[in-house]
């Protein structure tokens, strides 16, 4: 079967037998430099962030903390043990986690909310008088200052995978289609951080579309008798099984009996997509794994306190930035112009709204786009030009930094929109949706959202709709905090803002 394949895919001077498995590194150097560099940095933003609160808790004279007694000190040591402590339990460091961008930032978050939440217990229980402003600056100047250093490190690990670096050799097991979809997805997607090092093929390969056959080829076959003695041959650290093998779940079962006692993972390539790690849970009962998937839900507590919390951030947000908004309203006004644009979007379930921002073209836009269709740089459903002309001076300068959505913060009061969710489609939007579209108004659209931070105008039309969709179903609060903060930072960045 696998002969067969290789005719099909590589040429005579590659057949298998001529061609061998590579063999991958012995041990994860890099793996081990990484975990050492995110350690040393997790105890700093700890440290840093405790003196820091200890500076403006107890005040500084002659370069040294004053009134700082031994207990203090002690509480201090105490808090960081257990922070640091919290960060191994919760595995924020796993090999599986690290890289992985949001389940590692929540996985920090969760492990700071964690530790200050047992500070509070012991310190509730063992009626420990300690200052309250001591914590409240601590704990969020710390996740920070964690979340800066996983950042780092992120996107560290991420340009060297660009450059096929710290990757780990996989062999992809399955049906010829199944197999050559995983591997252009792992290509695609270094974040993964696999790369295709050999196939094996489990059907017959004739009717591999010329796609499929282009996605493999190059790579060693491998018979389907010699998987498991190639992998250990060649130290290759994963086995994927992509669809169905021939004699299903025994089948998979045989290989994990086989692969036991060595450094080769088993991973198993779900045919679900788009669907977050914290809805999936496996639960073996009476020998027969069952993988539930938990579904979305559009109500109930939780999105009780995302209402909580965008009424009170917005609140926040409006009152520091009213001097802001008050300076922004007066420079767009220079034109003779109304400073607020109006543009009806659709919300939740269908229902039509006012969204408005801050003017950033010219009066008389809309009379000029019919003259500018042929000149459209967007998605194919929205318009855009890098160059508008129609765009003002300070208009331009509010685009890139994105203030010009500081309006939104009355829509949000409102109830209309939220500060993160999916992006507010306009009517003309709405009315070519078909079938899964819909479902990106089972939510409220936000100011920011995942389409925010992952290109915005450079994204094409299906690609805005699936990262829609992926937040609208595997929504979750400490998901939303993670979108803000990396929202700021693409301010700076200023990705597709045109």
């Known amino acids: 079967m696998s002969g067969s394949l290789s005719t099909h895919l590589q040429p005579a001077s590659e057949q298998p037998g001529s061609r061998r498995v590579p063999r991958q590194p012995l041990a994860l150097v890099w793996f081990q430099r990484l975990v050492r560099g995110i350690v040393v940095g997790d105890v700093l933003a700890v440290s840093v962030s405790l003196v820091i609160a200890s500076f403006v808790r107890f005040g500084v ?3 040294r903390l004053l009134d700082v007694s031994a207990a203090s000190a002690a509480a201090g040591v105490l808090i960081a043990l257990t922070w640091l402590l919290t960060l191994w339990a919760s595995k924020s460091r796993a090999r599986r986690i690290i ?56 996107r560290t690990l991420l340009r060297l995978r660009r450059d096929g670096r710290c990757l780990n050799g996989a062999m992809l097991v399955g049906p010829a289609a199944d197999v050559a979809r995983a591997v252009t997805e792992l290509r695609g997607n270094v974040k993964a951080g696999y790369r295709p090092v050999a196939i094996c093929i ?12 282009l996605a493999v080829a190059g790579l060693p076959v491998v018979d389907y008798d010699d998987v498991v003695a190639s992998t250990k041959t060649a130290r290759i650290r994963a086995l994927m099984v992509a669809g169905d093998l021939p004699g299903g779940r025994d089948q998979i079962r045989a290989l994990g009996w086989q692969l036991e006692n060595s450094r080769v993972e088993l991973i198993l390539v779900s045919r679900l997509t788009d669907v977050a790690g914290p809805r999936i849970h496996l639960r073996p009962v009476a020998g027969l794994p069952m993988v539930h998937v938990q579904l979305p839900q559009y109500s109930g507590f939780t999105h009780s306190v995302k209402r909580v919390f965008d009424v009170t951030a917005t609140l926040l947000g409006l009152l520091v930035l009213a001097p802001l908004l008050a300076v922004i309203a007066v420079l767009v006004r ?52 890098r160059d508008d002309p129609r765009v003002t001076r300070i208009g331009r300068v509010l685009r890139r930094s994105s203030l010009d959505e500081l309006p939104q913060l009355w829509n949000v009061l409102r109830g209309d929109m939220s ?41 094409t039309w299906q690609e805005s709709v ?33």
């Open 61 to 63: 004279g002659n370069g």
């Open 99 to 154: 890289g992985q961008g949001m389940a590692e930032y929540q996985r920090v978050t969760n492990a700071t909310l964690i530790a200050f939440g047992l500070v509070a217990i012991v310190f509730y229980v063992g009626q420990i008088d300690f200052a309250r402003g001591y914590v409240a600056l601590a704990m969020p100047l710390g996740w920070l200052l964690l979340l800066a250093n996983r950042l780092f490190w992120r």
């Open 202 to 213: 489990t059907d017959d390969p004739a009717g591999m579309s010329a796609s499929a056959r």
């Open 334 to 385: 220079t034109d003779g112009g109304p400073a607020i644009f109006r543009q009806e979007r659709i919300g939740r379930g269908g229902v039509p709204f006012t969204m408005l921002k801050f003017r950033s073209m010219s009066v008389d836009a809309e009379q000029r786009l019919a003259a500018l269709v042929t000149q459209d740089e967007g998605n194919g459903v929205m318009f855009k030009m």
């Open 419 to 459: 500060l993160v969710g999916p992006r507010p489609p306009l009517p003309a939007e709405v009315d070519r949706y078909e079938g899964a579209e819909t479902r990106r108004l089972l939510s409220k659209p936000g100011i920011t959202g995942l389409w925010q931070v992952s290109g915005r105008s450079d994204l």
């Open 466 to 498: 699936r990262l829609d969709l992926y937040y609208v179903e595997n929504w979750s609060f400490t998901g939303d905090l993670l979108l803000i903060l990396r929202t700021l930072t693409q301010i700076f960045k200023r990705d597709g803002a045109y």
